[in-house]
C-alpha cells in the first residue's frame, strides 16, 4: 500500500522559511515523479512545483520561482520543498503527490497546513 505522509508545515510569518518533507512508502520511489500542490480556501488545488524521477528536471509556479525549492533523497524516499521568503498568499494546504512510472497511478498524501501570517 501506498503512503505519501507530509509534514513541516506551520504558522510562520512573512519573510520566514519552512521545509516540507513528504515521506513515501510501498512505491517504487526510484521511478516516481513527485510534485507539491497547494490548494487555499474556496481556490483550486495548483501545481508549486515538481521534480523528475532522476531529479534533474524541475519546475515551478511562477508565483514562486526563486523563492522555493524542490528536491529529492532517494536513500530516504523522501521529497522536500524548501520555502522561503515566504507571503500570506503562500497561505494553504500543501500536498505531495506521486505519478508512479512502474503503476501508471496517481497517488496523494493528506496534506500539511502552511500559514502565512503577521
Known amino acids: 500500500q501506498v503512503q505519501l505522509v507530509e509534514s513541516g508545515g506551520g504558522l510562520v510569518q512573512p519573510g520566514e522559511s519552512l521545509r516540507l518533507s513528504c515521506a513515501a512508502s510501498?512505491?517504487?520511489?526510484?521511478?516516481?515523479?513527485m510534485s507539491w500542490y497547494r490548494q487555499a480556501p474556496g481556490k483550486e488545488r495548483d501545481l508549486v512545483a515538481s521534480?523528475?524521477?532522476?531529479?534533474?528536471?524541475?519546475n515551478y509556479a511562477d508565483s514562486v520561482k526563486g523563492r522555493f525549492s524542490i528536491s529529492r533523497d532517494k536513500a530516504k524516499n523522501t521529497v522536500y520543498l524548501q520555502m522561503n521568503s515566504l507571503k500570506p498568499e503562500d497561505t494553504a494546504v500543501y500536498y505531495c503527490?506521486?505519478?508512479?512510472?512502474?503503476?501508471?497511478?496517481?497517488?496523494w498524501g493528506q496534506g500539511t497546513q502552511v500559514t502565512v501570517s503577521s
Open positions: 503527490k506521486a505519478y508512479s512510472g512502474a503503476t501508471t497511478r496517481t497517488y
Open positions: 510501498g512505491l517504487a520511489f526510484s521511478v516516481a515523479d
Open positions: 521534480i523528475s524521477r532522476t531529479g534533474e528536471i524541475t
